[in-house]
T-cell receptor, first 112, second 118 residues
Framework: NAGVTQTPKFQVLKTGQSMTLQCAQD?????MYWYRQDPGMGLRLIYY???????DKGEVPNGYNVSRLNKREFSLRLESAAPSQTSVYFC???????????FGPGTRLTVL | AQSVTQLDSQVPVFEEAPVELRCNYS??????LFWYVQYPNQGLQLLLK??????LVKGINGFEAEFNKSQTSFHLRKPSVHISDTAEYFC????????????????FGRGTQLTVWP
């Protein structure tokens, strides 16, 4: 079991460029989450997907879109990157009826 | 929405000293409580969790936490720290989703950087 995997590990973008962060889990979990981590701010929820086919906004959704491609995969898209989106992005997942979120290793994104 | 306050952003201690990292949350309704640890350039690893039952929860690496409902606190403690405990620690809370339901979103505190000096 790989658990939760994220690609890429690092990325540098120029302002205005777009990109998609990929997340996949092989634990047959139903719910998946995207967080961003900024110094002194902890982790803040961007979007989540309670189950395949559903997505909902979290605390800081502006500038992002998500796709729950299937049960395994949950991608995060930046359509027009801004320097304020420089952050470390974490994906997490939880099984149905579960009480713990499992986190991926993170993607470190820098927007110049 | 929940609010989580970690009262100290930085905690420096010497090796083998005891440590307490403080966490308070806002809601008095039924909640789940978590402590996660993040080592440099790594993801988050669960240290321990409180779901129900005994208010003293034991986790990995010798850490424990005590749930205090009246004070809405969930402080993390270790009686004797090691240099390898140097990391950032996050307290998180989720509304109790109810029996058989899936954990909802987590609300995180801003983190406490624990630095252990030799």
């Amino acid at each position: 079991n790989a658990g939760v995997t994220q690609t890429p590990k690092f990325q540098v973008l120029k302002t205005g460029q777009s990109m998609t962060l990929q997340c996949a889990q092989d634990m047959n979990h139903n719910s998946m989450y995207w967080y961003r981590q900024d110094p002194g701010m902890g982790l803040r929820l961007i979007y989540y997907s309670a189950s395949e086919g559903t997505t909902d906004k979290g605390e800081v959704p502006n500038g992002y879109n998500v796709s729950r491609l299937n049960k395994r995969e949950f991608s995060l898209r930046l359509e027009s990157a801004a320097p304020s989106q420089t952050s470390v992005y974490f994906c997490a997942s939880t099984r149905r009826g579960g009480n713990e979120q499992f986190f991926g290793p993170g993607t470190r994104l820098t927007v110049l | 929405a929940q609010s989580v306050t970690q009262l100290d952003s930085q905690v420096p201690v010497f090796e083998e000293a005891p440590v307490e990292l403080r966490c308070n949350y806002s809601s008095s309704v039924s909640v789940y409580l978590f402590w996660y640890v993040q080592y440099p350039n790594q993801g988050l690893q669960l240290l321990l969790k409180y779901l129900s039952g005994s208010t003293l929860v034991k986790g990995i690496n010798g850490f424990e936490a005590e749930f205090n409902k009246s004070q809405t606190s969930f402080h993390l403690r270790k009686p004797s720290v090691h240099i390898s405990d140097t990391a950032e620690y996050f307290c998180a809370v989720s509304d109790n989703p109810g029996r058989g339901s899936t954990l909802g979103r987590l609300y995180f505190g801003r983190g406490t950087q624990l630095t252990v000096w030799p």
